[in-house]
């Protein structure tokens, strides 16, 4: 189940690490098109798993997490498709959208063969491991190449809700234990 947990991490990880972790950092360096279509993928992926929570858990507490991430993180992608048509930018795939929806679909693979607190506990350790790599992109990737400043006003002003997010998935991890 470790390994389980750390899977979209990882995968979220190697991404990054390929835009930002060699000598090629200069080229490989995000655009605001492509840092738009990250926000929007790594929103997406979080949506698609809540909503399969939702469905699946018998955990008030985990049910309530999960109902709260689509609801967030469908008005983060919200704000972003405004902004973006604002901008008249479109939002193009980048290695690293490409590997959160890989990701995000490999989890909800695994998710689905889950039940009970089996299912929960893996949701949970998913949505912390998932939003400190969120995080990190942010500070690390996202924020510091936004050229726009709207676009980085986006992703400072949502940065809150993730680390808050986290808080709150490490709290239900917890009391899962």
Do not use: C, W
């Amino acid at each position: 189940m470790k390994n389980f947990s750390h899977t979209l991490m990882t995968a979220f990880l190697a991404a990054l690490f390929a835009l930002g972790g060699n000598a090629a950092f200069a080229q490989a360096t995000p655009d605001d098109a492509q840092i738009a279509g990250i926000v929007v993928a790594a929103n997406t992926v979080d949506i698609d798993a809540g909503k399969l929570a939702r469905k699946t858990t018998g955990n008030a507490e985990v049910r309530g997490f999960a109902r709260q991430m689509v609801t967030d993180h469908a008005g983060v992608n919200k704000q972003a498709s405004a902004l973006v048509k604002k901008l008249k930018v479109t939002p193009t795939d980048s290695e690293l959208a490409k590997t959160l929806k890989q990701g995000g679909a490999d989890n909800i693979a695994k998710l689905k063969t889950l039940k009970g607190k089996d299912f929960d506990k893996a949701y949970v350790d998913q949505e912390v491991t998932y939003h400190q790599s969120v995080i990190d992109a942010l500070d690390k990737t996202l924020i510091p190449n936004a050229k726009n400043p709207e676009l980085k006003d986006l992703l400072v002003k949502t940065r809150p809700a993730f680390v808050a997010h986290l808080e709150h998935a490490k709290k239900l991890q917890a009391s899962l234990q």
